[in-house]
């Protein structure tokens, strides 16, 4: 194989076909279904793309922002990106950094991602043909090179993440990043509102034109002398991208030798003195919590998120979120832990061999992640409370905090034995310290199963407030209290019955079934529904019911985009209960619906 990497074009034809072969042999059952989801959402947005440069050219140049984000932050939220193809693969092979820099490139285009990119990008001709033959043939031209200077950025940013990463702070700079750049994703409306306004709106459109994505707009619009000036500009910053990505290749399979993390100075602490299984275990844990680069840099987003998420709502001078930013953390980060087991690899034999140690490992673990996030999430909450001024929160600070600190350490082990996503073991991972080498699907698909389980188990203390104060705060620590216990006790007695196959799953990855049903053995009529509910069903539920109800319960005004609220007051009420109705049956229709397949498919016949 080592003849592969010499001549240029044929290092990418055999790295292209590497790339689709292990796609191809990689799809399977509910992976595949997920993926024809992913790129159906993908494709839909692109038609929107192309409509945009048709219907409303001037907001163009933000869509394509938009892609060129996602392109960014997208490996960031997904555990450093798709790296079936890495460059510690072929470090042995007698090919430059360049060579290889080349080749992996033309890997990275031999998937569905780059194929919707392009389509999207199609809107640059679409918007060209205002000006004429000229202004499509740049805006094709365009395409293609807005399509490569994106993936370029995209790999370059991750490897110099992947660089960046070798310590403790260097990895929680880039939580507080990531957390940062999904709160303005989701509240960075607040922010644009407050800096509403002509000399703003002038100030964001000049930014939008001046970044990659916008290059390809520019060229359209300017003469052909200057369009072809952009685009050669454009060609030379894809050579200085492929130069910059190639030393940062180098630079990652010589770091990754030397293991990608900090060295330990000095003599290490022994374990405390104890005969508790579970005491010994949450050292470890905290331990873990402290070194884990993986692990930090996940809780500084969680923390970061829930900090930021707040302050961007004070733009619009609006204090109602400060009171439960630690609310807020302890949700995240019961997300971002969801997978606990499934992140320490095949560690979990040292459990096993340990007689009746199951239930000590389950609640160390617990505790650890109390200790690791509950101090931090108290402060964060009380000091909201007293600095927002809102006194009315403080039954609902009190009486919550508990409970979702509860259900969260509950949870989290009982996730982490039931549905378990096999990982690489912490001293294998590779040269990318944001990936743990899990399926990066089925761990996000947990996070937002914690994300909503976590505070459905404070929905008791939640309705005993608005009840009486103080019987809210006291079933906010029994339900916390309960939760905390009892989801342990079924993690630690599931990992007595069951442990052997969890280990099993994490050594060899789950065995393969062919004949069991999944998603994708879905009619036609209900895989599209289940894909469109599991897609818009947070829609209706949350930001049109949760929120409203809320905001109808506390007495907050201003209607904003809340749907109800824009209704006359006796509409109100029954707008928000049909808007939950509508989120909870479009999700209940989602997760029963492939059930009841399973279900059949293995009942006995006669």
Not at 139 to 167: E, N, P
Not at 250 to 267: E, K, L, N
Not at 285 to 314: G, H, K, N
């Amino acid at each position: 194989m080592a003849h592969l990497l010499t001549p240029a074009p044929v290092a990418a034809q055999h790295m292209v076909r590497m790339r689709l072969a292990i796609m191809r042999n990689s799809l399977r059952g509910d992976d595949a279904a997920n993926l024809t989801a992913g790129v159906s959402l993908g494709v839909l947005l692109a038609i929107g793309t192309i409509a945009v440069a048709v219907l409303w050219p001037p907001y163009l140049p933000l869509t394509l922002a938009g892609w060129l984000s996602g392109w960014i932050f997208g490996p960031l939220l997904f555990g450093g990106g798709s790296e079936a193809l890495r460059p510690e693969y072929f470090s042995m092979l007698p090919a430059t950094p360049r060579q290889v820099a080349v080749a992996l490139l033309a890997g990275a285009f031999a998937g569905p991602a780059p194929a919707v990119n392009l389509l999207a990008l199609m809107s640059l001709p679409v918007y060209g043909w205002r000006f004429g033959p000229v202004g499509v043939l740049v805006g094709l031209v365009a395409a293609v090179s807005t399509l490569i200077t994106m993936v370029m950025i995209s790999r370059v940013f991750v490897a110099l993440i992947g660089l960046f990463v070798r310590s403790r702070l260097t990895a929680t700079t880039v939580g507080v990043l990531i957390g940062t750049a999904i709160a303005l994703c989701s509240n960075g409306w607040a922010l644009a509102a407050a800096l509403g306004g002509t000399d703003t709106a002038a100030w964001f459109e000049t930014v939008f034109r001046v970044l990659p994505s916008g290059w390809g707009v520019a060229a359209v619009e300017a003469s052909w002398p200057l369009a072809l000036a952009i685009l050669v500009a454009g060609a030379g910053v894809i050579g200085l991208l492929l130069a910059v990505w190639a030393r940062l290749l180098s630079r990652r399979v010589v770091s990754a030798v030397r293991g990608g993390v900090p060295s330990r100075r000095g003599t290490p602490r022994p374990l405390p003195a104890t005969t508790s299984g579970a005491r010994i275990t949450a050292a470890k844990e905290l331990r873990a919590w402290w070194r884990d680069l993986v692990r930090i840099q996940l809780l500084a987003t969680a923390f970061s998120y829930a900090i930021v998420t707040p302050l961007l709502l004070l733009a619009i001078d609006a204090w109602i979120m400060v009171p439960f930013t630690g609310l807020i953390a302890i949700v995240m980060a019961a997300s971002s832990s969801a997978n606990l087991y499934g992140a320490d690899g095949t560690a979990l034999w040292l459990t096993l061999m340990t007689p009746g140690a199951e239930r000590s490992d389950v609640r160390g673990r617990q505790l650890a992640w109390l200790l690791a996030v509950g101090p931090p999430a108290v402060l964060l909450s009380l000091a909201g409370t007293l600095v927002s001024g809102e006194s009315w929160a403080w039954p609902w600070v009190l009486g919550l905090l508990p409970a979702l600190l509860g259900g969260g350490a509950g949870l989290i082990v009982l996730l982490g034995v039931t549905s378990l996503v096999p990982g690489t073991d912490p001293h294998k991972r590779g040269g990318n310290p944001l990936s743990t080498g899990a399926d990066e699907s089925a761990e996000t698909g947990i996070a937002w199963l914690v994300l909503i389980a976590v505070p459905t188990t404070a929905l008791p203390a939640a309705g005993a407030i608005l009840y009486h104060p103080l019987a809210g705060i006291a079933a906010g620590l029994l339900t916390g209290a309960l939760s905390m216990w009892g989801f342990g006790r079924i993690a630690y007695r599931r990992l007595e019955s069951r442990g052997i196959e969890l280990l099993n799953l994490m050594k060899h990855g789950p065995a393969p079934t062919p004949d069991k049903p999944t998603t994708a053995d879905l009619p036609v009529q209900h895989r599209i529904g289940v894909m469109i509910c599991h897609l818009i069903a947070w829609l209706p539920l949350f930001p049109q019911g949760v929120a409203p109800l809320f905001m109808k319960i506390f007495g907050v005004e201003g209607p904003s985009w809340f749907l109800a609220l824009h209704l006359p007051s006796m509409w109100q009420w029954p707008t928000i209960i049909a808007m939950i109705a509508t989120g909870l049956l479009m999700y209940g229709y989602a997760f029963l619906i492939p059930m009841r397949l399973s279900s059949s498919s293995t009942a006995p016949t006669s």
